[in-house]
Nanobody
Framework: QVQLVESGGGSVQAGGSLRLSCAASRNPYSNYCMAWFRQAPGKEREGVAA???????TSADAVKGRFTISEDNAKNTVYLQMNRLNPEDTAMYYCAADPRRWVGCSLSQSQYNYWGQGTQVTVSS
């Protein structure tokens, strides 16, 4: 059983930055696929970024060059650094984990079987 707790959401003006954190209840260095997803009102949940145990990442086209996923293995925490935010980034952001995979971490929500409760990000113009 994995518990995920997100934090760091909030309100920011366009062009600003936020850093989201996802604390995972797991043994230190017991890595596996981790990812961030988001869901805006009235829209489908979409993958934002994922990271594997070697630190290799994949990101959605909409956030490439602006968002960066990273992890601190000692702290069991995954981060999403979000820069140059725009109103289209407004959404509930969710952290997800797939303990069954170490590589090949996709942005498909069907891969992930553990989810956090979400943290709201609101970007005003």
């Amino acid at each position: 059983q994995v518990q995920l707790v997100e934090s760091g959401g909030g309100s920011v003006q366009a062009g600003g930055s936020l850093r989201l954190s996802c604390a995972a209840s797991r043994n230190p260095y017991s890595n596996y696929c981790m990812a961030w997803f988001r869901q805006a009102p009235g829209k489908e949940r979409e993958g934002v970024a994922a990271i594997d145990i070697y630190g290799s990442t994949t990101s959605a086209d909409a956030v490439k060059g602006r968002f960066t996923i990273s992890e601190d293995n000692a702290k069991n925490t995954v981060y999403l650094q979000m820069n140059r935010l725009n109103p289209e980034d407004t959404a509930m952001y969710y952290c997800a984990a797939d303990p069954r995979r170490w590589v090949g971490c996709s942005l498909s929500q069907s891969q992930y079987n553990y989810w956090g409760q979400g943290t709201q990000v609101t970007v005003s113009s």
